[in-house]
């Protein structure tokens, strides 16, 4: 690693502070730049290159690779590549539930490289629940990982404030059960192309050295972090509050609401004002005026587009089955806004115009539960554990809306020419990196042969005509 030694009377103090005037000998890290390490404007087009793909290296030591197995035991009870009985990996994963963790998973600090730069002591961790399990049991070393480049300033000064092109934190998905590594980047695209605000995101090829070499782990997708950057860069602000909920909203407990800014304030009066107007009784007596008083907490409409957008591409890893996957912003206008999160189980599965009643979206529903059912077009099968969306499928007026926007988006939007186009374009980019010579190995990889890879894109386009004509024949 080459580093310089300067004096100056106006260089950096750190990766932020751009006026520096002593006269202090400094030590810097020959490719440190502020542009790209320091808190500087988010480059969109260097991060999430939407025509390319992108490559990262990790470094990290035995020792440490080592401190990862030690603290996924002891949250998992099994060590790396031990089976604990929660079902296996490969085209759509086992049974077994969906467990989630106690607490986050630790981080570690590791050496970062990405286009003849380096990035130290960047912080590294395991993200995921069901995905990560099944992947940690059956010894996949394409893990789901999230990378904070300021998460270790405290202990290494020198880094204080590092970002990545601007950016502060980073989550990459390995396409965890999708043989066509492309469900997580194509989603948000089709979300953002309706007018949902959602995440960015890019393929990146990942190398990472575990402490004895480095390997090829394969095509994952880069996904912002929506309190880091994606806020204000799509809404225009970013001072309201943030939540990463983990709740079905039938009733406010403080702890499955997670904030992600404002945290020293304890203020949750706008969730708690949305989740009382939504279960208020006046739904039932006074439909009008319940309705005001939603709307004055949460953007309804943008919800019910997004629902609308949800239930036609499908997308059952979401509200209504499971309580998470989603955040929630305190817009300064439009009130609570919805923000979809996590789409690698998107773009799957065959519900139809009606549903049964023997889901989890019409029981108790939730991350314990074993069966995965996307929900129906017409809701009918839901009930008041998910309020949000039963009440809106037994409201006429929301309903009406949430009808308009399926014939909108399938008309407009989810066309077979725009969306073919997108996945063909996608498939061309990743494919040299997915199978063949240059494709994932053995190990580092949840793709069961080359063959699944290759199939998975026309039936990715058989899924987006079926959707097609089963919407159309819902609303004509």
């Not at 020792?63 to 009985?85: A, E, H, P």
């Not at 509200?319 to 609570?336: F, Q």
């Not at 998107?346 to 069966?371: C, F, Y």
Request: proline share 4%; hydrophobic share 30%; net charge negative.
């Amino acid at each position: 690693m080459a580093f310089i030694t300067f004096s100056c009377e106006k260089k950096y103090s750190s990766l932020e502070d751009k006026n520096y005037t002593s006269a202090d000998t400094l030590t810097y890290n020959s490719t440190w730049t502020y542009s790209s390490h320091g808190k500087a404007e988010q480059d969109y087009s260097v991060v999430f290159p939407q025509d390319s793909v992108n490559k990262i290296e990790i470094s990290m030591t035995s020792t440490q690779w080592n401190s990862i197995r030690v603290n996924m035991k002891l949250l998992f009870g099994n060590d790396f590549g031990v089976s604990s009985g929660g079902g296996g990996v490969g085209g759509g994963g086992g049974g077994g539930g969906d467990p989630t963790f106690p607490e986050e998973t630790d981080y570690i600090d590791i050496l970062l490289k990405f286009n003849d730069k380096t990035w130290e002591n960047v912080g590294f961790r395991l993200k995921g629940n069901s995905s990560l399990q099944r992947a940690w049991s059956s010894g996949i070393y394409k893990l789901p990982f999230r990378l904070n480049f300021d998460k270790f300033e405290d202990t290494y000064p020198q880094i204080k404030n590092q970002h990545f092109y601007g950016f502060k934190e980073l989550s990459f998905s390995p396409a965890f059960g999708d043989q066509s590594l492309m469900r997580e980047k194509i989603t948000p695209d089709i979300f953002r192309l309706a007018g949902i605000e959602a995440a960015q995101t890019a393929f990146y090829r990942v190398y990472i050295d575990f402490g004895s070499g480095s390997k090829y782990c394969g095509v994952y997708t880069a996904v912002e972090l929506p309190d880091d950057n994606m806020i204000k860069d799509q809404f225009g602000e970013e001072s309201g509050n943030i939540y990463k909920p983990e709740s079905k909203l039938s009733s406010f407990l403080e702890s499955e609401f997670e904030k992600k800014n404002n945290e020293t304030e304890a203020d949750f009066t706008d969730v708690k004002a949305f989740i009382s107007s939504l279960n208020s009784n006046l739904r039932t007596s006074n439909a009008p005026q319940w309705r005001e008083n939603l709307a004055a907490t949460f953007d309804i409409d943008h919800f019910i587009k997004y629902l609308a957008i949800n239930n036609a591409i499908v997308n059952w890893d979401s509200y209504g089955n499971m309580a998470h996957n989603y955040y929630l912003y305190n817009h300064s206008a439009k009130k609570l806004t919805w923000i979809p999160w996590d789409h690698n189980e998107a773009l799957s599965g065959s519900p139809g115009i009606t549903g049964t009643t023997n889901g989890p979206n019409s029981g108790s529903g939730g991350q314990g539960s074993s069966v995965h059912n996307p929900l129906s077009l017409s809701m009918n099968e839901v009930t008041s554990t998910w309020p949000l969306i039963k009440y809106i499928a037994s409201d006429e007026v929301y309903m009406a809306t949430y009808k308009a926007y399926l014939k909108w988006f399938n008309e407009n939007i989810f066309t077979e020419t725009a969306i073919y186009q997108l996945l063909d374009k996608y498939y061309s980019m990743i494919s040299q990196y997915a199978i063949g010579t240059g494709g994932e190995k053995s190990n580092y990889t949840y793709i069961t042969s080359s063959s699944s890879f290759v199939n998975a894109l026309p039936l990715l386009k058989t899924h987006v005509s079926n959707r097609k004509t089963l919407i159309s024949s819902y609303v004509p």
